[in-house]
């Protein structure tokens, strides 16, 4: 009994910093390990005076067609996982709001955690860290926020989410926002980390936005900004996605014809194991094989521009098909294990004909670094019918 007792005491005596915060007790008193959250809408709803809120496009429930050789939904794996919604969804998915907000002081806490992956907190003037799609507060950044040292900027755009350097993550959430704000003649205060991946630079320069063009981000100096705008925008809203394709400077060829198959024999993770075995029933129907990181930005667009079918293990390569003539036929070899819709959201944001391949995972990792392996005869089914 007093054991009980005791953990509840504790377990309410932990509750007290928050509670402390929440009734406006300031958070550096706890070393801001406690922050109050909220969105950028609530905040602007909260204090009009202060910001400035702009809509570009609403809250939308886009149709789109199941994979082709899926005949019901309800088929379709139902598991959120990650990604926070799941392909069971993506048929009749929600995209969130595109907005542009300008908020005033504002503190830009961008930090590393122990793995080495990019996070960033946006913390108000009211010393609230704002909700935005991979950009929460998380208390171990609490030691980032007490770092004195700090840069001070008049203005400024923030767009960086985490994992940018990724490739698939910078061409369908950061790539897009930074052409819809050059559209809107927005770009010039945007923010971009001091280190980009060759391939970054090589989309930017492709774009006509060349790095230079920007000023710069020290990914581990904080930043304080008089006049902060933020962009709010959902990575598989069909109208961001197209303005990839939209603006790209090479146009689809008339009548595409090459017949495509991506693979990652040069991966570190996420193998196809028995490539080998299944290479002669794809070169038979047709196919080249390409490694994609042996390619240039440009020569993967081009090679897309030209491209009636894509078949590819689940991958940042597959990313590519945004740059697809539209009706594209897409085949994802993919884990249901651990079913990743990104993917097929993309697909459906792009109006392709999406297939979906399962395959068997392989080895004691975590489930995004698994190889695969996958039946001969469920290729050959979907060849069947698409050749």
């Not at 609530?42 to 199941?66: G, V």
């Amino acid at each position: 009994m007093l054991g009980l007792i005791s953990a509840r005491l504790r377990s309410n005596l932990g509750k007290l910093p928050q509670v402390a915060v929440t009734r406006g007790v300031s958070p550096a008193l706890f070393g801001y390990r406690y922050l109050q959250r909220e969105t950028v809408e609530d905040y602007c709803t909260r204090a009009p005076a202060a910001a400035s809120f702009q809509q570009i496009h609403p809250e939308e429930k886009a149709t789109h067609r199941l994979p082709c050789n899926v005949a019901d939904r309800d088929l379709l794996p139902k598991s959120r996982g990650w990604w926070g919604y799941s392909f069971h969804d993506v048929p009749e998915r929600t995209s969130s709001p595109t907005f542009l907000a300008t908020l005033p002081d504002c503190r830009v806490v961008p930090s590393f955690d122990s793995k080495g992956q990019f996070w960033a907190t946006i913390v108000n003037r009211d010393k609230r860290a704002f909700e935005l799609r991979e950009l929460s507060f998380r208390r171990w950044q609490a030691r980032f926020l007490r770092n004195r040292q700090s840069r001070h900027l008049a203005k400024a755009t923030w767009l960086v989410e985490r994992v940018y350097d990724n490739y698939s993550h910078w061409l369908t959430a950061h790539l897009p926002k930074l052409l819809m704000l050059r559209d809107l003649g927005l770009e010039g205060k945007v923010l971009l980390p001091t280190v980009l991946s060759p391939l970054v630079h090589q989309s930017l320069d492709f774009f006509g936005l060349p790095a230079e063009r920007f000023p710069a981000f020290d990914p581990t100096v904080p930043l304080r900004v008089d006049e902060l705008t933020v962009v709010g925008t959902d990575r598989f809203r069909p109208e961001l996605l197209r303005l990839v394709a939209r603006h790209c400077p090479i146009p689809p060829a008339e009548r595409p014809t090459r017949r495509i198959f991506i693979s990652r024999a040069g991966a570190t993770r996420r193998k196809l194991l028995n490539e080998d075995e299944l290479w002669p029933i794809l070169e038979h129907a047709g196919f080249e094989r390409v490694r994609m990181e042996a390619l240039t930005f440009c020569e993967q667009v081009t090679l897309m521009r030209q491209t009636s079918l894509l078949v590819a293990p689940h991958g940042a390569g597959l990313t590519n098909m945004i740059f697809c003539p539209e009706a594209t036929q897409v085949v994802e070899i993919a884990d249901m294990e651990f079913p990743n819709p990104n993917f097929y959201a993309v697909a459906s944001a792009m109006g392709h004909h999406y297939w979906l391949v399962e395959a068997k995972a392989h080895g004691a990792v975590r489930p995004l670094d698994r190889d695969l392996w996958v039946d001969p005869q469920a290729l050959v089914s979907v060849l069947e019918q698409l050749v």
